[in-house]
């Protein structure tokens, strides 16, 4: 069995920055791909980014340039650093990951088979 735990999110200003991070444990591997998605209030859970065992990454339109998705396969942790934040990307952040997961799938959160509880990131005006 695999858990993720999410951690870093918090309360920031227009324009600040956060590094989230999502820590695994139990029976990994480096070839699992690792993606975030996010939930605001009221809306569906929209996909963020994800990052392949060799490195390869993809990142939805909204936050491209502004987040960078790595992975230390070594500590088995994944990083979303968020910078440019605006008040619309305001949501429970939540990590994900799979071992069979195809690069054309990798919006589709499920064909996700392990999550982590979320982590709240609320950016203020």
């Known amino acids: 069995q695999v858990q993720l735990v999410e951690s870093g999110g918090g309360l920031v200003q227009d324009g600040g920055s956060l590094r989230l991070s999502c820590a695994a444990s139990g029976r990994i591997f480096s070839s699992f791909v690792m993606g975030w998605f996010r939930q605001a209030p009221g809306k569906e859970r929209d996909f963020v980014a994800a990052?392949?065992?060799?490195?390869?990454?993809d990142y939805a339109v909204s936050v491209k340039g502004r987040f960078t998705i790595s992975r230390d396969n070594a500590k088995n942790t994944v990083y979303l650093q968020m910078n440019a934040l605006k008040p619309e990307d305001t949501a429970v952040y939540y990590c994900?990951?799979?071992?069979?997961?195809?690069?054309?799938?990798?919006?589709?959160?499920?064909?996700?088979?392990?999550w982590g509880q979320g982590t709240q990131v609320t950016v203020s005006s």
């Open positions: 990052i392949s065992w060799s490195g390869s990454t």
């Open positions: 994900a990951a799979d071992d069979g997961v195809r690069r054309s799938t990798w919006y589709i959160s499920n064909v996700y088979k392990y």
